[in-house]
Each structure stands twice: as structure tokens, then as C-alpha cells.
């Protein structure tokens, strides 16, 4: 079964090539369907992590918190799949550095 074609229970509905979501009527990349479920896993972890920071960054008023914690975000984002050089255009070597490194810097280690 194509990502494009997976029934609704298994997540959002998917662009027919699979490339994006669409939430509420808008289009957002996918995260990459190449990475692990275990290194998803960890990869989502953190990017909820940093997200909380971000809250509490702005609530704090601290800019330079907030600043780190987005930084986290995006790394998230980036590893993901989700922002950056899409993972479609990517090969499957540059795929698994791009979300290996962040799973290895969290120290986690990765067989996939």
C-alpha cells in the first residue's frame, strides 16, 4: 500500500505521491517514510521537548531560551524530514545521515 492510499485510521490523509499531509485543508510535508519507527520515535520526542521549551521560553520571556529551544525545533523538523532539502530529492545514504545525526547526538543508537 502507497502512503497516498493509507486509510484514514493510520494518520492524515496523504497528497497522492505521498510527499505531504493535509491537516485541516493544509498541505504540510511528511515526515520521511524511511526512518525507523524507533529513530521516529526518539526523533518526536525531542521535537515535543523543545516545543514545551518554547512555551515555557515565551512565558518566561527569555529570548535567548526561546531562540535555543527553536533551534531544537528546527533540528527536529530538519531530521524529520520535514523541512530542509525535501526527502524525496534526497538519496537514501543522505536520508539516514540527515536523521542519524540527531538520533546519535541524543544517544540513542540505531541499527535501521
Do not use: F
Amino acid at each position: 500500500m502507497t502512503p497516498a492510499q493509507q486509510p484514514a485510521s493510520d494518520g492524515p490523509e496523504r497528497t497522492p505521491d505521498g510527499h505531504h499531509v493535509i491537516i485541516n485543508g493544509r498541505r504540510w510535508r511528511a515526515t520521511d517514510p524511511e526512518i525507523p519507527d524507533e529513530a521516529t520515535a526518539v526523533l518526536r520526542r525531542e521535537l515535543m521537548s523543545a516545543r514545551r521549551q518554547v512555551g515555557g521560553a515565551l512565558k518566561a520571556g527569555d529570548p535567548a531560551a526561546e531562540r535555543t529551544a527553536r533551534d531544537r525545533v528546527q533540528r527536529a523538523k530538519v531530521a524529520l524530514g520535514e523541512r530542509g532539502t525535501p526527502w524525496w530529492e534526497q538519496t537514501s545514504a543522505q536520508r539516514r545521515d540527515r536523521w542519524a545525526d540527531l538520533v546519535d547526538s541524543l544517544g540513542t543508537s540505531q541499527d535501521g
